[in-house]
């Protein structure tokens, strides 16, 4: 990965938005429900204030308006500040 976060932000790999049809009617990717949950690719090194929780590999819940989409090499990732993930998913 080519990209590496400054201070407190993340990049997320969000989970794909679940496909769902009805009795033959596709549903446009405009209308599909905003994944609230992803993977962690890579972190900041925190601040001075604030410590970094989250690390690379986590499965991460986050706010459904959070973050930043950006587009590099053709996927889409999300960055925030790791104050908008809302919890770390555990198995």
Same mark, same amino acid.
């Given at each position: 990965m080519n990209i590496k976060p400054l201070a407190?932000?993340?990049l997320i790999n969000p989970t794909p938005a679940?496909?769902?049809t009805m009795a033959g009617i596709i549903i446009p990717d /405009?209308?599909?429900e905003k994944p $609230? +949950?992803?993977? &962690?690719l890579a972190a =900041?090194? =925190?601040t001075k204030d604030e410590e970094m929780v989250v +690390?690379? =590999?986590?499965? &991460? $819940?986050y =706010? +459904?308006? /959070?973050g930043t989409e950006i587009e590099f090499e053709g996927q889409k990732y999300l960055i925030m500040r790791q104050s908008d993930i809302l919890a770390i998913i555990t198995e």
């Open positions: 407190d932000r993340v679940e496909e769902v /405009s209308a599909k $609230l +949950k992803g993977t &962690v =900041g090194n =925190g +690390k690379e =590999g986590d499965t &991460v $819940l =706010g +459904k308006y /959070s």
